[in-house]
């Protein structure tokens, strides 16, 4: 496995190389958010207590994964990625609150929905998730759809063209021409 603390650029253009199909990329769109919520409202669950402040795995592993994308070189990037998650995690906090079945219910449900979205993506991508040779993929995931987003607004230009020199530009692949060859 490669290092984890790889740049930006690096670690968005690995990811790339899995998710060129556009049809995948906004599968992504809904998939992964749904599975960064679904994992804090399961993870809000666990009261910790940190440095005498009151919190919860979820938001735990919110600061530490900011950490991360904030050190990866790409600043606006690494903010935009935190902001979306840590929205996510504001989201997904009341649902914690509620009843065991209730909180289940939604954590669990809205994981499984989020990897049948994402599963579906890979089918017309016609490749494993990225995850599946990387772990970092997982953390890789929130950052490439925030990058997606940001570019399509207009930002990161110099990032956008640097990832699609090494993986390609993004496409529609043809399914009917897949099985029959």
């Not at 993929?137 to 090494?166: H, N, Q, T």
């Amino acid at each position: 496995m490669a290092s984890p603390f790889r740049p930006a650029l690096d670690l968005m253009a690995q990811y790339a190389a899995y998710h060129r199909d556009r049809r995948n990329i906004a599968t992504h769109f809904v998939g992964i958010p749904l599975i960064v919520f679904a994992i804090g409202v399961l993870l809000a669950r666990i009261p910790l207590e940190v440095a005498g402040l009151q919190a919860n795995a979820a938001w735990l592993l919110c600061a530490v994964s900011a950490l991360w994308y904030l050190s990866r070189g790409a600043l606006v990037l690494g903010l935009a990625t935190v902001a979306v998650n840590a929205l996510l995690m504001a989201l997904a906090t009341p649902f914690a609150q509620g009843s065991a079945a209730a909180w289940l219910t939604v954590g669990v449900g809205s994981f499984v929905v989020g990897w049948i979205i994402q599963f579906v993506g890979h089918y017309y991508e016609g490749r494993k998730p990225a995850f599946v040779d990387d772990l970092v993929g997982l953390l890789v995931g929130p950052m490439f759809v925030v990058g997606e987003g940001l570019f399509a607004l207009g930002w990161g230009k110099d990032m956008l063209a640097a990832i699609e020199a090494r993986v390609g530009p993004t496409h529609v692949r043809d399914l009917k021409a897949t099985q029959q060859g």
